[in-house]
């Protein structure tokens, strides 16, 4: 057995799922599918985006959190795991070396079983949302996901050998309620994208639409026009940077050499209502020892920001919306305002916008009211930044409400993240995203 890694403790996050795909197994042409996709909600109670899919023989629906970070696919095989299609992956095995695998199971005396193989490549899932890893078998067994999206479930792909890990009983916990692992967006080998592509023979690449509460959104891997009701066809229309790899590992469980599986894109400076706001530079590069930086988040809820660059953003956004009345602070957030008292536009409330700019002053991530205010319980709404402390690894962390409700086409083969800003001015959202 493996030993169970309390790695740390981070700020929870939320979701619900949004649809179930079908269950029927059917052919596609041309010898594989050209797309398929994951369909995506937001868990209310938690704030985490969560997904559906179906594995295993006979097929089961899964219910797992969208990670933009993570080596693979991790799933609780302890608890009611019953599949004839599962199989180890050996010790030694080219899938085990390509996982890059420090550990070999060799000690497990009860009754086979995924939790339980013998000589069995090992790998550490983790859970991102609370900071702890433990060990686990890297197996694999049926996967199978839908080819089209709307308007209903059709034709499902299905990947006979899809690697993935292991996880426990209670890696599960403090994922949003009836999710039994974690879904892998990463750059990494055995992820979702890669593996995929390398199943189905598409593009390396997936677009991501995170939804609010109370709608749905969805995942699309692979070649597809983005297509939104009523006609709106983002395809040709998004804005590239380059996706860069930091050179050190911020996963929870990692070997020394190890880069980063996650993405990050190269931030120079953030401005609001159009005027620069001050900051310390050296903050958004990311340095030798992995330190610094910007990256992209589905399990932070919220951005996170270091500390002095928190405080230039929410003075200078203080500054352009002193004629509106404010609130007091409601916990993780610092400035808040009378919600009564803000205006409502198309693109949600009446507030400045902030632009992330990135590798220059034309290219930037324009963020709306919509994604950059949080309505709370009280009738506040309050910018939607948290102050992530004086000395955290990544500078800036970007959450999933500044994503929600705009499209993300991350390309593996290019290194390039696609963006729209936000679908509210296309007349259009995530709910209505579509294929085929």
């Known amino acids: 057995m493996f030993p169970r890694l309390v790695v740390a403790s981070t700020a929870a996050l939320l979701l619900v799922i949004f649809a179930l795909v079908s269950s029927c197994r059917a052919a596609t042409s041309g010898g594989g599918p050209s797309a398929v996709l994951l369909p995506a909600s937001k868990d209310d ?51 085990c070396r390509l996982a890059n695998s420090p550990s070999c199971a060799t000690t497990c005396n009860g009754a086979p079983s995924p939790a339980c193989l013998n000589d069995t490549c090992g790998g550490f899932p983790e859970n991102t949302v609370t900071r702890v890893s433990t060990g686990g078998n890297i197996i694999t067994d049926v996967l199978s996901l839908p080819t089209t999206f709307r308007p209903s479930p059709g034709p499902v792909a299905t990947a006979p050998a899809f690697v993935f890990t292991c996880g426990a009983t209670f890696l599960t916990e403090g994922l949003a309620a009836g999710a039994t692992g974690m879904v892998s967006l990463s750059r990494a080998r055995f992820a979702l994208p890669t593996q995929l592509a390398s199943t189905f023979r598409f593009s ?31 395809s040709k229309s998004l804005i590239y940077t380059p996706l860069l790899v930091n050179p050190v590992s911020t996963a929870g469980v990692s070997t020394k050499g190890d880069k980063s599986n996650e993405y990050f894109i190269g931030l ?18 990311i340095n030798k020892k992995g ?14 920001l270091e500390t002095s660059i928190h405080k230039a953003v929410t003075d200078a956004f203080a500054a352009e919306t002193a004629s ?11 400035l808040c305002y009378d919600g009564s008292k803000v205006g409502s536009t198309r693109v949600g409330p009446a507030v400045p916008t902030i632009e992330l700019v990135l590798q220059s002053q034309s290219t930037s991530w324009v963020v709306f009211g919509a994604n950059s205010m949080v309505a709370t319980k009280g009738g506040a709404l309050c910018l939607g930044v948290v102050d992530g402390g004086d000395a955290p690894v990544t500078s800036v962390v970007i959450g999933g409400h500044m994503m929600e409700d705009n499209l993300l086409e991350f390309d593996l083969e290019k290194s390039q993240l696609g963006f729209s800003s936000t679908l509210l001015f296309r007349q259009t959202n995530c709910n209505n995203f579509r294929l085929g």
């Open 291 to 304: 330190v610094g930086g910007t990256k992209l988040s589905t399990v932070a809820p919220y951005t996170v």
């Open 324 to 334: 509106i009345p404010r609130a007091p602070a409601v916990a993780p957030f610092k």
């Open 45 to 95: 109670a938690t704030q985490q985006y969560v997904t559906m899919f179906r594995q295993r023989t006979p097929l089961a629906p899964v219910k797992a959190v969208l990670d933009l970070g993570n080596a693979m696919l991790w799933v609780d095989c302890e608890a009611g795991y019953v599949s004839s299609s599962y199989a180890r992956v050996p010790c030694g095995s080219k899938e």
């Open 204 to 234: 390396r690449k997936f677009a991501l639409c995170l939804p609010p509460a109370s709608a749905g959104g969805g995942v699309i891997f692979g070649d597809a026009p983005y297509v939104f009701q009523p006609g709106v066809d983002l």
């Open 268 to 285: 120079t400076g953030i401005k609001v209502n159009g005027r620069a706001v001050p900051l310390n530079t050296a903050l958004l590069a």
